[in-house]
């Protein structure tokens, strides 16, 4: 299994941790505003890390990092090869989390089972029907595995933080009322602004983000669900219009 992206520290990525992040190749989703194309659609052009490098680094910071963040793409798709991966990690010894979109549970479920993670990020896509989610995937999905993976990830014990992005057009107001219900009792809600530049839609690229006073309206919405609701991406909007206006 090839790593294709590698931040040595980060603080975004895991909420209260610094933290490396791994990136692996490909999806089985093709998310309209994902800005990751070349990663989920063509990783063998992106040069691969030297995972000698990678773990020379981890071994180098710990007790200073905290842990690792394993994202993509769809870490799940690498099922044995992921499991050594976080093994690996766990020796250094360092603490993993990784991000998923939760469409193969019997992978999330697994690697909760075997203790071989500290922290678990889902993204949750759209309401909770197979016509939705196919709206803002792109492909067939199998909504009753990510309401499994939901489950799982609730009942875990481990902090685990719920994803949404909202783009205008695609995900708003409407369908943030309708996948509230299926949060509750989750320990954190993020609402997330996307980002136009590089969307997989090219069209998506000339849409203007949620102002953040949108957002803050969807993230009221959810406050009843769960026990956190964070926002990210306020100033999605004033850099998209800075950047339209350079060109």
């Known amino acids: 299994m090839d790593i294709k992206g590698f931040i040595p520290t980060s603080l975004i990525e895991w909420e209260g941790k610094l933290a ?3 990136f692996l190749p490909r999806c089985n989703l093709r998310c309209h505003y994902c800005h990751a194309g070349q990663l989920i659609c063509n990783p063998e052009r992106i040069e691969t890390v030297p995972r000698e490098e990678i773990f020379d680094h981890l071994r180098r910071q710990r007790g200073w990092l905290d842990g690792v963040v394993i994202t993509g793409g769809e870490p799940t798709l690498h099922g ?3 499991r050594e991966l976080i093994a ?8 993993v989390m990784i ?21 678990v990020a889902m993204d ?21 595995d990510v309401r499994h993976s939901l489950r799982l990830i609730k009942e875990s ?9 909202v783009v205008p057009g695609l995900i708003g107001p409407d369908d943030i009322a309708r996948m509230a219900p299926d ?35 969807m993230a009221e ?27």
């Open 80 to 82: 044995e090869a992921l």
């Open 124 to 144: 949750m896509k759209a309401p909770l029907t197979a016509t939705d989610y196919s709206r803002i995937t792109g492909v067939e999905v199998d909504v009753n």
């Open 157 to 165: 014990g481990l902090p685990h933080e719920f994803r949404i992005t």
């Open 20 to 22: 490396s992040v791994l």
């Open 221 to 247: 919405i959810l406050e009843p669900h769960a026990r956190r609701v964070v926002v990210r991406g306020r100033d999605a909007a004033a850099l998209a219009a800075s950047n339209a206006s350079d060109m």
């Open 183 to 217: 949060l509750d009792g989750a320990d954190t809600v993020a609402v997330q602004n996307f980002k136009p530049a590089l969307c997989l839609e090219p069209a998506l690229r000339e849409v203007t983000p949620y102002s953040p006073e949108d957002l803050d309206a």
């Open 88 to 95: 690996e990690i766990r020796a250094v010894p360092l603490q």
């Open 99 to 119: 991000e998923t979109n939760g469409t193969r549970p019997e992978w999330v479920g697994r690697l909760i089972a075997e203790g071989a993670l500290a922290a």
